[in-house]
């Protein structure tokens, strides 16, 4: 079974502002913290496009220090829009501080013209600067210099300060892209798998990674859901959040309640798990089984038109699951201590 993980993509609900909810996920997080979840994932986002959280790094430094075990994942770092040395210092200095509690997500971001205007670049280049940036992160944390010549990015004799306390397999998480299967293949990162895919890449994407890293492998994948009380509980205090998601990710205008027909299809679409805690661990060991063997789960419990207590009700009623869910769970870093030889992917 999977570690489980928080999961944040930043949304705030109607009249909710910004530092209301830096407050609310920090008080989430430090209850997940106390309660014995794995890690939590945050996710970035910038001016109107969705989300409140420009630089996740500063954010999960914040939780670093309200913390003490818990890990800091980023879901994920838009690579194009970071210098390459300064997104390294920034990880590294994280990760010493919090005790080697980072884990380093890293992909291209969700295209937007504005966006990628404000930050210089072009739509067509970002693939391209995110191969380059993972290639520069992981001379920075295997070499200690970067030495590198590409199309975007070059650099000779730089030496990164703070130096990073961990190899780059074991701090760096890939999203699942066209090129996320050659870089698990040539160094052994490990595979993000977000929610809004479908369900058939999510499949495609989980056995092309299994393929090219075998048992070695190690796939997160980021899900939806809140816990009841009862079934009826959950699914009430659920219905604005799904509601949300499915205008954005499905295009579906749909107003139904709790009772309505579409609402377990929807959910199934979005990958939320809604009900009681026994029913949503149910429902990740169901989901564990379809993807081989995922090794962590992480679950957004908040999300737009979910009420603080709803989300703070649904970590503390999980929390009684975790110790089944996680028993045999592989503990953080013991794929990365695994001898990985390189694949060479035609």
């Not at 945050?42 to 989300?51: C, P």
Request: proline residues 5%; glycine residues 10%; hydrophobic residues 40%.
């Amino acid at each position: 079974m999977p570690r489980i993980d928080l999961f944040y993509y930043g949304d705030t609900s109607p009249g909710q502002t910004a530092g209301q909810l830096y407050r609310d996920i920090e008080e989430q997080v430090v209850l997940g913290d106390q309660l014995g979840y794995s890690g939590v994932w945050v996710t970035e986002h910038h001016l109107s496009w969705r989300g409140e959280v420009p630089d996740p790094l500063v954010f999960l430094s914040f939780l670093a220090g309200r913390t003490t075990k818990i890990r800091l994942g980023t879901s994920i770092i838009c690579a194009p829009f970071y210098h390459p040395i300064k997104l390294a210092e920034s990880a590294f200095l994280l990760d010493e501080i919090s005790g080697g509690r980072l884990d380093l997500g890293v992909g291209t971001g969700i295209g937007d013209e504005k966006l990628d205007t404000v930050f210089g670049i072009t739509r067509e280049s970002a693939s391209g600067r995110a191969r380059e940036i993972f290639e520069i992160l992981r001379q920075a944390a295997d070499d200690g210099e970067v030495n590198f010549e590409g199309e975007y990015y070059q650099f000779s004799g730089v030496q990164v300060a703070p130096p990073a306390r961990r190899p780059a397999r074991d701090l760096l998480w890939v999203a699942a892209s066209r090129y996320s299967t050659e870089l698990a293949a040539a160094h052994g990162y490990r595979l993000m798998i977000p929610r809004p895919l479908p369900l058939e890449a999510r499949l495609q994407a989980n056995r092309e990674y299994r393929g090219v890293t075998g048992e070695r492998g190690e796939v997160i994948h980021l899900r939806s859901g809140l816990v009841g009380r009862t079934r009826e509980e959950a699914r009430r205090d659920s219905v604005e959040f799904l509601r949300e998601y499915a205008r954005i990710y499905l295009k579906l205008d749909w107003d139904g309640g709790p009772d309505s027909e579409q609402f377990d299809e929807i959910a199934e679409r979005l990958s939320f798990a809604i009900g009681t805690a026994g029913e949503v661990a149910d429902k990740i060991r169901e989901w564990t089984d379809q993807f081989d063997g995922t090794e962590i789960t992480a679950i957004q419990f908040q999300g737009p038109g979910v009420s603080q207590s709803a989300a703070l009700r649904s970590i503390e009623l999980f929390a009684g699951e975790l110790p089944s869910l996680q028993a045999d769970a592989p503990p953080p870093g013991a794929y990365a201590a695994q001898t990985f030889e390189r694949t060479v992917v035609a």
